[in-house]
């Protein structure tokens, strides 16, 4: 609900504000949605409240549910890669269904409803649609494919939601939305300033920033650096399945009878959040203004590489067990060296998912396209394109994301309007070039690789008996 009230004082603000700059709110023709991914609501069906607080994306209580679903594949297998075939994902505590069957498990008023039939369930952008439209009295109960394709029980091919990964979680068909495509008329808002306005697009947030950043042809990659930092690479209508740690997901699909476009996503659970544990954690910077200053003031890390696995690793380690370490610590390092090998650290996973894109689509990238919060932050830029060797062009617009949604929004009703300057075009970007060796980078990403053995396995790592017996005794 906190949710719904803060995007609801969002767009009051603004319109507010869109009048305040001399236009007119009657100049809105269509709205679009993009949204937190895999984050799961379940709500009533006769009351429209929740029944229990969302699980967002983040959230590793589920990971006992993963293994206990690792006990039920066939031969003792334990393989997390057993439903990929299927809906293109691995065995995680990140996606949707996991999240939904630890709720079926772990809470009763939940299980009771979805018995009974009553429960309804949707990612944010389902939950927020529902609202918009009017809650219980008409709302809708729909979602696009991209959302569809985080949830592991849509299937990658058919694009519909698919009986034997239901019957795997253990879930019931009743709770789930409709799937449509990315652009397409949903529901019209049912109340507020912008009450009658249709809804006309939905988009994962990153599948939005791959349409805001315009990389809608085969070959095209972007990078969005936010909370988490998330690379897609658009692989055309095919499907292409990866034998490297990254996820098979759906792009976009622009129309109801539109082609799909699927891409390789490969995720990193902490870029920015990074920065918020120095920050409230650690006390080592007061704002996110300071952090290109302060790592300006050295000229390296001093050899200091920190690995922010917080809540595991997610691509192409796809390691839960995985926990944070910095390695390399010495007198001479200060709090500004750390600062540097926190930038370093989102680089260097950037790294490790582009080098999986390669291997699987054996063509690599010439140029990388960025947005989100991080590439204000010039130094930061330097230090990815000096740590991937390849151009990083930054976007005009930081959050494409919302211009994906937009740009998908008016795709729907195109027809009916005639923009004066056609949102497919778009400008000159800025390009930022490596400036060392490729000696230099790949020694230190070898170091890098160093710090990721160091922090695999920590959670479930135990002494061997001897040195146990050892240090008990001592």
């Known amino acids: 609900m906190a949710i719904v009230n803060t995007v609801n004082e969002c767009i009051t603000g603004a319109c ?3 009048v305040a700059v001399g236009g ?10 993009t949204n937190q991914r895999e984050s799961t609501v379940v709500w009533d069906r006769n009351s429209g409240q929740p029944l229990v607080n969302a699980i967002i994306w983040l959230d590793n209580r589920t990971t006992s549910t993963v293994e206990e679903l690792l006990e039920t594949i066939p031969n003792n297998a334990r393989n997390i890669n057993y439903l990929r075939p299927l809906c293109g994902l691995p065995l995680s505590p ?14 009763p008023v939940v299980s009771q409803a979805m018995e009974k039939g009553t429960a309804m369930f949707g990612t944010i952008d389902t939950w927020l649609m529902y609202n918009l439209t009017g809650g219980k ?4 109960h729909k979602t696009d494919v991209t959302n569809a394709s985080r949830t592991m029980l849509m299937n990658i091919e058919t694009l519909q939601w698919d009986a034997n990964l239901l019957k795997f979680f253990g879930l019931p068909k009743t709770i789930l939305p409709e799937i449509c495509s990315s652009s397409e008329f ?3 808002i049912a109340q507020g300033v912008l009450q009658g306005i249709g809804i006309t697009s939905v988009l994962g947030d990153q599948q939005a920033a791959l349409v805001g950043q315009q990389c809608l042809a085969k070959g095209q990659a972007k990078a969005t650096y936010g909370t988490g930092c998330f690379l ?11 034998t490297h740690g990254l996820l098979t997901t759906v792009g976009y699909q622009l129309g109801r009878k539109a082609v799909p476009f699927y891409a390789l996503e490969g995720s990193v659970s902490i870029a920015g959040a990074a920065f918020n544990w120095l920050r409230d954690n650690m006390n080592l910077i007061q704002n996110s203004g300071q952090i290109e200053t302060m790592a300006s003031t050295v000229d390296n890390s001093l050899d200091v590489y920190f690995v922010p696995a917080f809540n595991g690793l997610y691509a192409p380690y796809w390691n839960q067990d995985a926990r944070g370490v910095i390695c390399g610590l010495s007198e001479e390092t200060t709090s500004e060296h750390i600062v540097r090998a926190t930038l370093e650290a989102v680089c260097f996973q950037v790294r490790d998912i582009l080098d999986s894109m390669h291997k699987d689509c054996k063509i690599p990238l010439a140029k990388l396209m960025v947005d989100g919060g991080m590439t204000v932050n010039n130094l930061f830029l330097q230090l990815q394109s000096d740590l991937v060797g390849i151009q990083v062009l930054r976007a005009k617009i930081a959050e494409t994301t919302a211009l994906g949604a937009a740009m998908a929004a008016y795709k729907a009703v195109e027809n009916r309007y005639q923009m004066e300057a056609p ?5 000159p970007r800025e390009a930022i070039k490596p400036s060392i060796s490729a000696t230099d980078r790949n020694l230190r990403y070898q170091k890098w690789k160093m710090a990721i053995d160091r922090s695999l396995n920590w959670e479930t790592s135990t002494l061997p008996q001897g040195e146990r017996e050892a240090f008990d005794g001592a």
């Open 16 to 18: 507010k504000k869109l």
């Open 24 to 33: 007119k709110v009657e100049e809105i023709i269509t709205i679009g949605i």
């Open 94 to 107: 990140y996606f949707s269904g996991v999240k939904l069957r630890w709720l079926r498990d772990n809470v």
């Open 137 to 140: 009295d008409c709302g809708v």
């Open 186 to 188: 949903y529901g019209s």
């Open 232 to 242: 897609l690479y658009n692989t055309g209508p095919s499907i292409v399945h990866s």
């Open 423 to 427: 949102l497919s075009k778009s400008g």
